[in-house]
């Protein structure tokens, strides 16, 4: 049974260009959940998505993020003209409803 | 302001000794504590966790110590080993969320040396 995948492990953008971060649930999960771990940091939640909505966005930034989990295929954590404070470890978490949330290994965004 | 404060921010003991992670909390609200260890480009993993109705939960070398009156938790590992070497969050969660809820601490790097 795989866990929670998340690709790219390592995502280098430029200022200005876009970065799209995907995550697979574990089987059986319907649940989603994206945290942003800036350097030395405790990791932040950012949104939570059930397939097709978004239920709580209120860690998310107001401007150039946005997120997805559609009906067929990973949730997506999608961040337009990226600036070098976008520059973090961004995880993702799925459960089942009310159980205990697994982590993938989550991608490392660098903006140069 | 929902907050989990975590010290100290890093540990060193040598190995067999029983370091300490505190985390304090001022929401009332949360009522669900896990504890989560992370290695180096890992993600989280959930560690042990424990619910304000108890004061203290052992798993294995790993227990919390709750104390509810003073809204402080506590990790302690015993005979630390140098595999324990991670870092360590504590995190808290309301009485009405999942996940999506969770609070973390700022976590404390822990060295065991051998």
């Known amino acids: 049974n795989a866990g929670v995948m998340q690709n790219p492990r390592h995502l280098v953008r430029r200022r200005g260009q876009e970065a799209r971060l995907r995550c697979s649930p574990m089987?059986?999960?319907?649940?989603v959940y994206w945290y942003r771990q800036l350097p030395e940091e405790g990791l932040k939640f950012m949104v939570y998505?059930?397939?097709?909505?978004?239920?709580?966005e209120s860690g998310m930034p107001k401007e150039r993020f946005s997120a997805e989990f559609p009906k067929e295929g990973p949730s997506i954590l999608r961040i337009q003209q990226v600036v070098r404070g976008d520059s973090a470890a961004y995880f993702c978490?799925?459960?089942?409803?009310?159980?205990?949330?697994?982590f993938g290994q989550g991608t490392r965004l660098t903006v140069v | 302001q929902q907050q989990v404060k975590q010290s100290p921010q890093s540990l060193i003991v040598q190995k067999g000794g029983i370091p300490i992670i505190n985390c304090a909390y001022e929401n009332t609200a949360f009522d669900y504590f896990p504890w989560y260890q992370q290695f180096p480009g890992k993600g989280p993993a959930l560690l042990i966790a424990i619910r304000p109705d108890v004061s203290e939960k052992k798993e294995g070398r790993f227990t919390i110590s709750f104390n509810k009156s003073a809204k402080q938790f506590s990790l302690h590992i015993m005979d630390s080993q140098p595999g324990d070497s991670a870092t360590y969050f504590c995190a808290a969660i309301p009485f009405s969320g999942s996940a999506r809820q969770l609070t973390f601490g700022s976590g404390t790097q822990l060295t065991v040396l051998p």
């Open positions: 978490a799925s459960s089942t409803v009310n159980t205990e949330a697994f």
């Open positions: 998505l059930q397939k097709e909505n978004i239920i709580d």
């Open positions: 089987k059986g999960h319907s649940h």
